[in-house]
């Protein structure tokens, strides 16, 4: 079986990491910690003006999609940047409405899905099943929530509560809102947008886990101790070898996933990435000694976003119980 990406999606990976690389993400992260989301707004229309958003939306309604290898190529270097905002969940609303049009109900489809294609509106999703939480939702133009079989659109939000991430700001939806859509639509739908979230989730955890790995190398290099670069060390040498299997030993889970789109299968790509990610920050931060837990260091930015991604959208117990049930 041949398993490679096609020189397009080559490409399309290539020119977002050179985008990403111009725009200096650690400063755009620092300012949306802050609470200035201008930043990482105006990074979020240019992602979108290359066609991030527009792969889980239907060609109908101004997307490209479904096209999931290539949402899994483009989270990959969203993760590897940390480019920061409501990335998934904007990707998950996208799903949840095209769903939702597959099945009849084109009304909030033809409101929202052409602004979320195009970038120009940054959604956020709060499904009860997984989370009472909302992500970003001060920094979202739509808020949308699915308790029980409604979907509606929130009228605000609850006080934020800082994160293990402080780039990811959690609140409470507020109840009510305007109603959407309601029914076993809506249940099936949320399924659906939970599957892509998933994807979207396991590429960006394999990414912050490359982003991890790359500076921890590079610094592996730089520093010296008993005059000798500490990677020339045995014990270190394994160590990020270690770390470099755990990440290629989930990259084809990932895009096995989205070849696939197979619940089980997701799970497992979710799963290992989360745990590939994680392997990294701990390899990350012992290898850096005690600078790696200062603010002051770009490191932290990426340490951080491992652990939240693992338990994002579905906790590693979840997702082995996923795959489980679908191996029976």
């Not at 200096?24 to 958003?53: M, S």
């Not at 921890?216 to 020339?232: D, H």
Request: charged share 20%; hydrophobic share 50%.
């Amino acid at each position: 079986m041949r398993f490679l990406p096609t020189d397009e999606q080559r490409d399309f990976a290539a020119s977002l990491d050179a985008m990403l690389t111009a725009a200096g993400t650690p400063a755009v992260l620092r300012a949306w910690a802050a609470g200035d989301p201008g930043p990482g707004r105006a990074l979020w229309g240019r992602l979108g003006g290359a066609g991030v958003f527009a792969l889980a939306v239907p060609e109908a309604y101004e997307g490209m999609g479904p096209l999931p290898v290539e949402l899994a190529h483009a989270f990959v270097e969203v993760g590897r940047h940390a480019v920061p905002g409501p990335l998934v969940e904007t990707v998950a609303a996208g799903a949840l409405l095209a769903a939702l049009a597959g099945r009849g109900e084109t009304g909030p489809a033809k409101r929202f899905l052409p602004g979320i294609a195009e970038g120009t509106t940054v959604a956020t999703l709060a499904v009860d099943e997984v989370s009472p939480y909302a992500l970003d939702p001060d920094a979202a133009d739509l808020v949308f929530v699915v308790r029980g079989a409604e979907l509606r659109l929130a009228p605000g939000h609850e006080e934020l509560r800082i994160s293990a991430d402080p780039v990811r700001r959690l609140a409470r939806p507020v109840a009510g809102g305007e109603l959407l859509a309601a029914g076993p639509a809506v249940t099936a739908a949320a399924r659906q947008a939970r599957e892509w979230a998933l994807l979207a989730t396991a590429a960006q955890a394999l990414g912050v886990g490359r982003g991890l790995l790359d500076r921890t190398v590079a610094y592996a290099k730089q520093r010296t101790q008993f005059g000798a670069p500490i990677g020339s060390f045995q014990a270190v040498k394994h160590r990020l070898a270690d770390t470099l299997l755990a990440l290629e030993f989930a990259r084809p889970l990932l895009f096995g996933a989205a070849l696939t789109f197979a619940s089980g299968d997701l799970a497992a790509a979710k799963v290992t990435a989360g745990e590939a990610a994680r392997t990294a920050a701990a390899t990350a931060l012992q290898v850096h000694g005690a600078i790696g837990y200062t603010e002051e260091l770009d490191l932290s930015l990426w340490l951080r976003k491992a652990r939240p991604l693992r338990d994002a959208w579905g906790t590693p117990s979840w997702c082995r119980s996923q795959v489980l049930a679908t191996r029976r």
